[in-house]
């Protein structure tokens, strides 16, 4: 295929992914793998046990259930094409199969957000209101705003994929990141984008801000109750249960912005990338971890889980 300069209409765009790792591709590329299998284990692992357990059937859970659904979409939306254009040095992607990459890619990014937000204020009636948790967080409230998160996310993506898709693209079809991201598709098209970059960045600031300033507010809230505890065993098991999720939202919303909210003709390309591994494989691969694995009552129907599966082995 020749990369061409010319100012004929593209149909298909290059990616390049990481430039530069020359004799540690083959390596990179391994690593990566590893990382999207433990991925896949650790969030299917633990959508198993809440979908499995009775104990396990509490809106907590359930909204950890389904940010292992979000995480597994964003990585499995990114990391298979990924690990092709590491493979072979670059790939090529159809200008639709660019589109629908980056809209699945963004509407499970934005539900993403929306559930740590939520779960935010899930914390925030368990450690504040503990009395009158099951009354304020039913199971009616829960389904409605996993609904609401997951629709939000979609109707918000699909806005921004229409006015994607009515762009021309012409002259470079070369893409300088590891997956048809926002501002590199941006940068090749030869159509007016501004309307288009004045919604995103309208959708992209007010909902970030939004949910940095609600989980901020409810932590503040938090905090003041921790510290009115008596009990040393309680304000411990509730930081850290606190700290977790500070921990993912952090790393999240931390390269979101870096990304998307700050300038972009401040950041080099290799910058961006980083970033983007950040919130497409890293925190994919600490939620289970350090968000779920760690949680006493998960390990607990992890281990029940191992001994009834060795009792039924044994019995055949």
């Known amino acids: 295929m020749t990369l061409g300069q010319n100012l004929s209409s593209v149909n298909e765009f290059f990616i390049v992914g990481f430039q530069g790792l020359h004799s540690f591709r083959i390596v990179f590329f391994l ?16 959508i198993l046990l809440v979908s499995s357990t009775p104990c396990l059937h509490t809106p907590m859970y359930i909204f950890l259930s389904q940010l292992s659904i979000s ?25 639709a199969g660019c589109i629908t990459q980056l809209a699945a890619f963004s509407a499970s990014m934005i539900t993403e957000c929306l559930l740590l937000t939520v779960m935010s204020y899930d ?32 109707l918000l993506t699909i806005i921004a994929t229409i006015l994607i898709s009515s762009l021309d693209f012409c002259g470079s079809n070369v893409i300088d990141h590891f997956f048809c991201d926002y501002g590199p598709l941006l940068r090749l098209s030869c159509s007016d984008t501004f309307l288009l970059e004045t919604v995103v960045l309208f959708i992209t600031t007010n909902e970030t801000t939004f949910e940095i300033v609600f989980i901020f507010s409810t932590y503040v ?43 972009s003709g401040k950041k080099a390309f290799g910058m961006n990338k980083i970033f983007s591994l950040l919130y497409t494989v890293l925190t994919p691969l600490l939620n289970p971890i350090i968000y779920s694995l760690k949680n006493q009552e998960i390990r607990s129907a992890i281990v029940k889980g191992f001994r009834n599966q060795r009792q039924i082995l044994r019995s055949e």
């Open 31 to 46: 690593v990566l793998l590893l990382i999207y299998i433990i991925i896949l284990a650790g969030n299917l692992l633990v």
């Open 71 to 95: 995480d597994i979409i964003v990585t499995s939306t990114i990391c298979p094409n990924t690990l092709l254009v590491t493979f072979n040095d670059g790939y090529t992607i159809s200008k």
């Open 123 to 154: 914390r925030y009636v368990a450690i504040c209101k503990p009395m009158h948790y099951l009354t304020i967080v039913s199971s009616t409230l829960c389904l409605q705003l996993l609904l609401f998160c997951w629709a939000l996310g979609f």
């Open 221 to 263: 809230c938090i905090v003041r109750s921790i510290l009115k505890m008596s009990k040393s065993t309680g304000k411990k098991k509730a930081f850290s249960t606190c700290t977790s999720h500070l921990t993912v939202v952090c790393t999240c919303f931390g390269s979101i912005v870096a990304i998307y909210v700050s300038p």
